[in-house]
Structures are given as structure tokens and as C-alpha cells.
């Protein structure tokens, strides 16, 4: 299956992926229309410290912590994509505590929210990867 | 002092219905024009550092941004334009010379832009390069005078070492130092991805290149920065740098914050130390110099590799060929007045120097004339900016041509000129590891090697239509050019022949 890939060797920490991933999820035509005014909630974060900046999203790990933690069966595995159910999700939260990623958030309607891969939205190039100005995230075979 | 104050050139205008502050601009503009004010929940800008390099243009998410010119302005006057006033002002606070970078952006005649190429029609035909070979590959250096053959009759193959190239295009000198080790990587894989060569400059050779030695140019200049045995051996060819189209008769000056790390590693010269080339070889001052250096890099490398000498175009263009071509080189070449720089004196880079079109034209046909055409190829560089510019210098009698700011504006160079800052948004003529990492080579050498993939065809394209089936068929064959708008002079000088005529 194919999963991202990020690279801080070419990573500018521009954040322009946490834009593009928040817009992709916004439902929206209009990518000023639909994150004008208001504080982004993307399900990828770039991690900073001086000079060295990479983006953390969810690695879809083999054997996934936080699908063996959810209590109400609202994470799945599908097709290798960690997916949510968020009309399951109960906003308990375990999951958010026990990626070592920090790649499971809360979203602002209670329910967790996580990276799918764009795959909710619509097959194909995830925003993040095919937004990034450096390919510094590319969406690579593996596992 | 308020004597000195220059408006700024440009204006930042952001479009406060599409900004959605995400500070992209503000995070990837090394001049630091954009700032986030978190009071008023806005980005602002000042516009007075502003290079219009449309870094921040390009990388907005929501087309908030562009970068128009100002229209403050100047009384008008056709004499003492805006610039050359705002110039005096710069000289008169700072003391000293005006530093520009890329080519001459003076409106002076473009030569290539008056010529135009002829087609096959009804009596001749034309040539499909999708359905029958155009041969596009050319080889570089000394060719035999005459057919010699053996005593048992065979004809004797052996010519002096030539360069072979996959189409008649290589990239021009640009120094480890003046572009990033990114931006080397670039043009070093791409041209061995195309079979063609790239030119280290001035700059010495980084190690981690030597691997693409078989399609490296190595270039001894004035400076001899970075010159030692290996360095010499590890090229195809060995290139004497005598002068430079965008600043005839001087030489380079890499300033000493440039000089970090590798970079004086590779120019074997102590860090934050200038380098300096000299104006002259200081050991050349006739042709006979000249010779004794080829002959020098020639013994070096035990005779395998041609020497190309590299030559501004100036007044007398045509005689010092000549004489280069006695000299012992293999090919000569001749760059325009307007070729790029990393840095050049501005009045130097707009007012020295003459066009390469004229310059090609007349030493070609010096040569001719002298009968020694054939001890050398003949490499013109100075602004080829198209596939047609290519076609048209071939065609004026150029064996190939050299090019250097189009494949930087593939890299996405967008020929702002202030490379001299350092301060390269695009992470190719700076330093600062925080800017060079913006060039990816991962993605700069596919560009290049599209850009030039694509120039290949439409010379394949062009040449068919004109029902020329090889590069060699089509070198020097000036009938196949038309002059537009050229008086009797020009068109002599380019030897061909007016529209219509």
C-alpha cells in the first residue's frame, strides 16, 4: 500500500501542507473562502526546532495502537489506511494519548480527527503531498 | 538622509478578500518584506526590500499576491530616465561601483529576434521527425583536414579527442560558489541524463561530482581556483577561461562570505577569504601564452581531452579567434554581451561587449576565410534563450551553443538580478543551507532535463521543416536565415540575406 513519506532534508517549514490538508478537509470549493479568518485544525503538523522542520502525520502503522485502544471500534483498518468512524467516536480520547506520533487530535466537533490519506475526500495525491512546494512529502510504497 | 531616499521599485499588493494569513510569504522571503501583525490579524509588507523575485507569488496557496512596479515617478524626461537618476543617487551615498547580476537587460538590438528560418515547400521536401531519423547528436573539437589513408588503402580514423553530445546545446559555466551545490547537482545529472555537458566554473570541482566527470567541462580561469591534477583529469574537456560576455576584461569576484566550508574546500583557498580572478591570465599575454597553456592542460592530461577557450565577444572578435584557432585549442567559445553573471559592474555588464549574433557571424566566417574553420568548433553562448535561437546560431555557423540562465530559469530563477545579495529566495545563487534546500534536485533535474528534452524536438521539428535531416548539414548554412528589419550593414556582417530577397 502506499503511504507518506517525509523527508526533512528538503522540508522548508513553509506549513504550506497544514493549509492545503485543512482545506481538503474543509469541504470547501474556495480555498480563501473556506480558511479565511479562522484557526486551522489540519490533521498533518510541521515540527520545528531550529533549522531542522518536517511534517508528522499518521504513519498507518502495522499493527496500530490507537485501533487496539479504541474503545467503541470507531478506528478501522481499511485497505492499510487507519480510517475513522466518527458517528462511532465517543471523544474518549485514549487514542489521541497513545499514538506516539501525536498524530491522532481532537476535532472541533468532538470527535478525533486524523490523516486518511485524502481518501475521504477523493482518491487520489493527498493535498499535503501534492501541495509541497520541495517534495519533501511524497506518497511512496511501503510496508 | 532623506537625499537618499529612493521609492521603492515595486509594490506588494495583496488581496485582502484571498489572503488567509498563513504567513507562507512571510516564512519564504529571505529579503523579509512580509510580517504577520497578530494585533490586526494581517500580514503586512515592505515593499522597499522587495526584489521581485516572486518567491512569495508563486508559493501563495490562494493567489493572494503579486508584485506590480511602482508608478511613482520621475518627471519624465527621455534623457535622464528614473533609473539613471536613482543611480547617481546610490553612487553619490555609497562611493562606489554598481554591482548588477544576469545578463544585460539594456534594449539593445536582439539579433536572434531578426533572423528568421526558412521552410521546405512544393520542390523540397520536408522532413516528419516522428516518422524518419533527424539526427541531432554533433561532436566538438578539431576536425581532420583532409582523407588520409593507410598503406594498405584504409582510411585512418584516429581524429583528436572530440566531444559527442546527443544535441548541440551544453550548459555554460556557473561556479560552485556563484550557484549551490544543489543547483550543481542539477545540471550535473541532467547533462549526463542527456549527453551533454555542464562546466564547473571557476569554482573547482566538488568530490561528491567527480562521478559525473565524463560529462563535466572543467574550467581553468585567471583565478586558477580549484585547479590541480585529479581536477583536470576528472573532466571531458578542460576549458581556459579568457574572458566572460558580461564583463569583458575583468575578472570574477566571489566575495569572502561566500567562501564557507566546501566552497573553499573546492577553490582550495582559506575560508572568508575573496576570491579574486584576476583580469588577465598573468601569464598570458599573446597567443603564444595562450598556446603554452593549451599545450600545458594538453600534456597534463596526456592529449585525451579537447581544450575549448572561452573568449568575450568584442570589437575584434573575429582576429582573436583566429588567433585561439592557431593556438592549439580544439574549439572556441565566444560568449555575447548578453550572457549572465553572478555579479558584474553594472556599466560594465550593459555597455561592453558586442552581440554574440555579429560576433558568431564575423569569426565564423573569418575562419573561413583563412582556411582553418575545421581546427576548430566553433560554441556561442550569450542569452540562447529558445530552441529557435539554437536553430539560428547553428545555423549563422555555430557548432553548438551554450546556455545558462534558461536552464537557471527552469531551476525557477524568475531573473530578479540580485544575485549578488546572496540572498537567492529560489536556492540557487545563495549559500545559506536554508536556502539552498529550496532547490530540490530531485525536482530541478527532471526540469532540466524536460526543458531540454523539449528543445530537442522542436530542433528536430524546425530542422525537418527545412528538410535538413542532421545538425551537421545544417552548421553555417546561412541560407536557411532571413533578416527582418536589418539594414545593409547588419545583414552583411550576418551573411545573410533580407526577407523577400
Known amino acids: 500500500m502506499k503511504r507518506i513519506t517525509v523527508n526533512e532534508k528538503w522540508c522548508l517549514g513553509c506549513h504550506l501542507c497544514e493549509y492545503y490538508c485543512a482545506f481538503a478537509n474543509s469541504g470547501g470549493e474556495d480555498m480563501a473562502k473556506a480558511l479565511k479568518g479562522i484557526t486551522i485544525q489540519p490533521r498533518l503538523r510541521i515540527e520545528q526546532a531550529g533549522c531542522i522542520s518536517f511534517a508528522v502525520a499518521c504513519r498507518h502503522c502495522d499493527t496500530p495502537l490507537c ?34 506520533y501525536g498524530a491522532v487530535m481532537p476535532s472541533e466537533s468532538g470527535a478525533i480527527q486524523k490523516c486518511e490519506l485524502c481518501t475521504q475526500r477523493s482518491p487520489g495525491i493527498p493535498a499535503c503531498v501534492s501541495g509541497c512546494p520541495n517534495g519533501a512529502i511524497v506518497l511512496e510504497n511501503g510496508g | ?45 515592505d515593499e522597499s526590500k522587495c526584489v521581485d523575485c516572486h518567491r512569495c507569488v508563486s508559493l501563495c496557496p490562494t493567489r493572494a499576491l503579486k508584485i506590480v512596479e511602482t508608478d511613482h515617478a520621475f518627471r519624465k524626461n527621455a534623457n535622464w530616465s528614473g533609473e539613471i537618476i536613482s543611480e547617481i543617487y546610490l553612487q553619490a551615498k555609497s562611493g562606489g561601483v554598481l554591482l548588477s547580476s544576469m545578463g544585460n537587460p539594456a534594449g539593445h538590438p536582439i539579433y536572434w529576434d531578426k533572423l528568421l528560418i526558412n521552410a521546405s515547400q512544393v520542390t523540397n521536401p520536408s522532413i516528419d521527425p516522428l516518422r524518419e531519423p533527424i539526427e541531432t547528436k554533433t561532436f566538438l573539437g578539431k576536425k581532420t583536414h583532409d582523407i588520409k589513408r593507410d598503406k594498405n588503402g584504409h582510411l585512418v580514423t584516429e581524429t583528436s579527442p572530440q566531444l559527442e553530445i546527443s544535441m548541440p546545446v551544453m550548459f555554460s559555466a556557473m561556479s560552485y560558489g556563484s550557484i549551490s551545490y544543489n543547483a550543481h547537482e542539477c545540471l550535473a545529472r541532467a547533462a549526463a541524463e542527456l549527453g551533454i555537458y555542464y562546466n564547473t566554473g571557476e569554482g573547482g570541482l566538488h568530490e561528491d561530482f567527480y562521478r559525473y566527470g565524463a560529462h563535466t567541462i572543467v574550467q581553468v580561469a585567471s583565478g586558477r581556483f580549484g585547479v590541480h591534477k585529479d581536477y583536470l583529469e576528472a573532466g571531458a574537456a578542460i576549458e581556459i577561461k579568457m574572458g566572460q560576455g558580461a564583463k569583458p576584461g575583468i575578472g570574477g569576484h566571489l566575495p569572502g562570505g561566500k567562501i564557507v566550508g566546501d566552497i573553499a574546500k573546492t577553490r582550495m583557498i582559506p575560508e572568508g577569504s575573496d576570491a579574486i580572478s584576476p583580469a588577465p591570465h598573468h601569464d598570458i599575454y599573446s597567443i603564444e601564452d595562450l598556446r603554452q597553456l593549451v599545450y600545458s592542460l594538453k600534456e597534463a592530461t596526456g592529449y585525451r581531452k579537447p581544450v575549448i577557450v572561452k573568449i568575450a565577444a568584442v570589437h575584434n572578435v573575429a ?34 561587449g558586442i552581440p554574440i549574433e555579429l560576433a558568431l557571424a564575423s569569426v565564423d566566417d ?37 546556455v545558462a540562465t534558461a536552464p537557471l530559469l527552469a531551476l525557477g530563477c524568475h531573473l530578479c538580478a540580485t544575485c549578488f545579495t546572496g540572498k537567492c529566495n529560489w536556492g540557487i545563487a545563495t549559500q545559506e543551507p536554508e536556502l539552498v534546500k529550496r532547490l530540490n534536485p530531485e525536482i530541478g533535474f527532471l526540469r532540466l532535463v524536460n526543458l ?50
Open chain 1, 67 to 100: 485501533v487496539k485502544s479504541c474503545i467503541t471500534g470507531s478506528l478501522s483498518v481499511r485497505d492499510g489506511v487507519v480510517c475513522v468512524d466518527r458517528e462511532k467516536c465517543v471523544g474518549c480520547y485514549t487514542c489521541v494519548m497513545v499514538c506516539p
Open chain 2, 452 to 501: 531540454l528534452t523539449a528543445w530537442k524536438h522542436e530542433i528536430s521539428e524546425m530542422m525537418g521543416g527545412m528538410g535538413i535531416n542532421s545538425i551537421e548539414a545544417l552548421k553555417g548554412n546561412r541560407l536557411m536565415l532571413r533578416g527582418v528589419g536589418l539594414n545593409e550593414k547588419e545583414l552583411q556582417i550576418l551573411g545573410v540575406r533580407h526577407a523577400g530577397e
Open chain 2, 366 to 402: 573569418r575562419l573561413r576565410e583563412e582556411g582553418i574553420r575545421q581546427d576548430v568548433s566553433l560554441v556561442a553562448g550569450g542569452s540562447v534563450r529558445s530552441s529557435a535561437d539554437i536553430v539560428k546560431a547553428i545555423a549563422l555557423g555555430a557548432d553548438a551553443v551554450y
Open chain 2, 319 to 352: 582576429a582573436i579567434a583566429s588567433g585561439i584557432a592557431r593556438s592549439g585549442a580544439d574549439i572556441i567559445a565566444i560568449d555575447g554581451f548578453r550572457g549572465g553573471t553572478g555579479a558584474a559592474p553594472t556599466r560594465i555588464r550593459d555597455h561592453v
Open chain 2, 1 to 45: 538622509m532623506p537625499i537618499d531616499f529612493l521609492y521603492p521599485k515595486f509594490e506588494v499588493v495583496r488581496n485582502p478578500q484571498r489572503c488567509i494569513a498563513c504567513r507562507v510569504c512571510e516564512r519564504q522571503c529571505a529579503n523579509e518584506v512580509h510580517r504577520f501583525d497578530p494585533a490586526l490579524n494581517l500580514m503586512e509588507s
